[in-house]
């Protein structure tokens, strides 16, 4: 009767532990089984962007993160803001981070573009060789500084691009109603990073936004001239090409970008990007907020 007892005792202990080992395979097999649900059907995300996020490292910071988070893996083409837009367009690609409102909001107003959201900003300064020919440094107006610059035929450096900075650069011309000429004015139809260097080597002028200047400014023989003019403003967007364009456009993805560009973490991570290596941010996050909310 003991010994009979003792077996059912046994038999009871082994169910018991039989269970336990099935809900701890239960348990392990979820996670596996609902990140197998998470894989994305097309991982390819096209981004087409300016050459700041990439010049800057914002990008090296932000896109591993992106892929550790959703699955999507981003195929960067840093270009121009104007050959963006017109990838954009064209519907060459997925989705769009740019900064050259005004240029912009034509793509919004004819469906080219959707979702499109706010993400951050820095600003745009005149930079110079120490000896500053042109005698700018400390002036309050860019477009008065470019004036003097042509005045005195000192070299400037122009992206001549129709990237956002080429297009910045362009409106500050137009409030003067003067079109640079001459061998002073020079195009080098290059990015932001091999336009810096050509200026230094040259010892010219150019417009630069901040964010690129500060990462390239031990490399560079050019220091700040000119700063704090509202028209410097530089502000950033993302947005999603629309998916109407054509079936190759991978609109999952371009969403999950576009979430993730303007999800809090990832508006921290942009607030604090570069503070350790140049004392400041290299741009300022903006998610949520109003173009007109944003100053200087």
Request: net charge negative; aromatic share 6%.
């Amino acid at each position: 009767m003991i010994l009979h007892r003792k077996w059912k005792i046994i038999a009871v202990l082994m169910v018991f532990v039989l269970l336990l080992a099935m809900v701890a395979g239960c348990a392990d097999k979820k996670p596996q089984e609902q990140n197998e649900a998470k894989e994305p059907a097309n991982k390819k995300v096209i981004l087409a962007t300016t050459t700041s996020t990439v010049d800057t490292g914002l990008l090296d910071e932000l896109l591993p993160i992106f892929k550790e988070k959703t699955g999507y893996e981003v195929s960067t083409i840093a270009v121009g803001t104007g050959e963006a837009l017109r990838m954009g367009e064209e519907g060459n690609a997925d989705v769009l981070l740019t900064h050259a409102p005004a240029s912009e909001k034509p793509l919004v107003e004819n469906g080219d573009v959707i979702n499109y959201q706010l993400v951050m900003h820095n600003d745009f300064v005149i930079v110079g060789p120490a000896s500053d020919p042109a005698k700018i440094k400390g002036m309050k107006s860019a477009a008065d500084s470019f004036k003097k610059i042509m005045d005195t035929s000192s070299p400037f450096v122009s992206r001549g691009d129709d990237s956002g900075t080429h297009k910045k650069e362009k409106s500050i011309w137009e409030k003067l109603n003067v079109e640079p000429k001459g061998d002073w004015y020079i195009e080098a139809g290059s990015g932001m990073g091999d336009t810096l260097r050509m200026a230094s080597e040259e010892q010219a002028y150019t417009l630069t936004d901040r964010g690129t200047y500060l990462a390239w400014k031990d490399k560079l023989d050019l220091e700040v001239m000119v700063e704090g003019d509202k028209i410097l403003l530089n502000i950033y967007h993302v947005m999603q090409v629309n998916p109407d364009k054509n079936d190759k456009i991978n609109a999952e993805g371009a969403k999950a970008f576009v979430e993730f560009m303007v999800s809090p973490d990832t508006q921290k991570i942009i607030e604090n990007f570069g503070k350790d290596k140049y004392g400041e941010p290299l741009f300022i996050p903006d998610a949520g907020k109003n173009e007109d909310e944003i100053g200087m």
